[in-house]
C-alpha cells in the first residue's frame, strides 16, 4: 500500500515506487509458475486530476515454470513495463485498488505477470522422452500413406 495522500493535496507532484513482492504458495495455484523470484517494481503514481493517477511501473524477476517436455524447472526472466491511468473507482479482478488515501499495486502487478505466462516452455538441453512410466513410443514405417490413392488419381488427371 503505497499512501497518495501527498499526492491528493497537491505537496508532491510524483510518488515514487521502489518495492520488491512476494508471492505465496497459494496465490499461485491455479497458474503454471512453480516459483516467483525476485520481484521487483520500480515506477511512479502521478496524479492528473481529482479522481485520475497516472501508473508506470517496471516489473523484473524471475517465474520458475515447468518445462514442457521433461517436466524439470525452468527459469524465464520477467521484464514487464506498465504504462496505466487509474481512476480512484478502479478494480482489477474486481478487487478495490484504491482505499481512502492509499494505492495498493499488488493485483496490478500480479494481473501483469500472469498475462506474461508463455502458454509452454522448453529447456534448452530438454531430451526427447521415448519412454516413460508405463509407455513407451513406437516408431512405425508407413508403407501406404493415406495420399498414395489421392496422389495416384493427381497423376491420371495429368496425363489427359
Same mark, same amino acid.
Given at each position: 500500500m503505497f499512501d497518495i495522500s501527498s499526492l491528493k493535496n497537491g505537496t508532491e507532484s510524483v510518488l515514487k515506487i521502489d518495492e520488491k513482492y512476494e508471492f505465496s504458495p497459494e496465490k499461485l495455484k491455479g497458474t503454471d509458475?512453480?516459483?516467483l523470484e525476485d520481484v521487483h517494481v520500480v515506477g511512479e503514481v502521478?496524479? &492528473?486530476n481529482d479522481s485520475v493517477y497516472h501508473l508506470s511501473l517496471k516489473i523484473t524477476g524471475n517465474m520458475v515454470l515447468l518445462c514442457a517436455r521433461s517436466l524439470e524447472e525452468v527459469n524465464y526472466p520477467i521484464d514487464i513495463a506498465i504504462d496505466k491511468t487509474l481512476d480512484e473507482e478502479a478494480k482489477v479482478d474486481e478487487i478495490q485498488v484504491f482505499f481512502q488515501n492509499s494505492l495498493d499495486i499488488f493485483e496490478i502487478v500480479w494481473e501483469n505477470i500472469v498475462l506474461e505466462v508463455p502458454l509452454r516452455v522448453i529447456k534448452e538441453d530438454a531430451p526427447y &522422452?521415448? #519412454?516413460?512410466d508405463g509407455w513407451? &513410443?513406437?516408431e512405425e514405417e508407413i508403407k501406404d500413406s493415406p495420399f498414395s490413392e489421392l496422389s495416384k488419381m493427381l497423376?491420371? #488427371?495429368e496425363e489427359r
Open positions: 509458475i512453480k516459483r502521478s496524479r &492528473l &522422452l521415448h #519412454e516413460g513407451s &513410443l513406437l497423376d491420371m #488427371e
